[in-house]
C-alpha cells in the first residue's frame, strides 16, 4: 500500500456537526479499502482566491496509506460531494 495526502477545503457556512460527519464519511471511505493514519483539522481559514462566492473554507488534511485503486473512487467522492470546495491528492515518496 502507498502512502497519500489528501487536503479538502469544505464549505465554510456549514455546522460543526455536519462537517464531522462530513469528515467520518471520508474516513469510513478509506478505512473500507485502506488505513486513515491521521485526519488533521487545520479549521477556518481565508482562501486566496474566491471559489463558488466563497471567501473562507474549513481545511481538512486526510493522511492515509491505500492501494492505488482506492483515489478514484475518493476523489469521485469529493466531487460530487456539494460541500467540497476543493481538494488534492498526493502520494508521499516517503
Known amino acids: 500500500m502507498n502512502k497519500y495526502e489528501s487536503i479538502v477545503i469544505i464549505k465554510s457556512g456549514l455546522e ?6 462530513l469528515i467520518q464519511k471520508f ?3 478509506i ?3 485502506g488505513e486513515v493514519v491521521s485526519v488533521e483539522e487545520i479549521g477556518l481559514k481565508r482562501l486566496a482566491y474566491e471559489i463558488n462566492k466563497q471567501k473562507e473554507g ?3 488534511i486526510f493522511k492515509f ?3 492505488p485503486t482506492l483515489i478514484a473512487e475518493l476523489e469521485r467522492v ?3 460531494a456539494d460541500e467540497v470546495l476543493k481538494f488534492i ?3 508521499n515518496e516517503e
Open 89 to 91: 491528492t498526493i502520494k
Open 78 to 80: 469529493y466531487r460530487i
Open 65 to 67: 496509506a491505500a492501494k
Open 27 to 29: 474516513s469510513d471511505l
Open 58 to 60: 474549513y481545511y481538512v
Open 16 to 21: 460543526e456537526t455536519a462537517i464531522k460527519a
Open 31 to 33: 478505512n473500507n479499502d
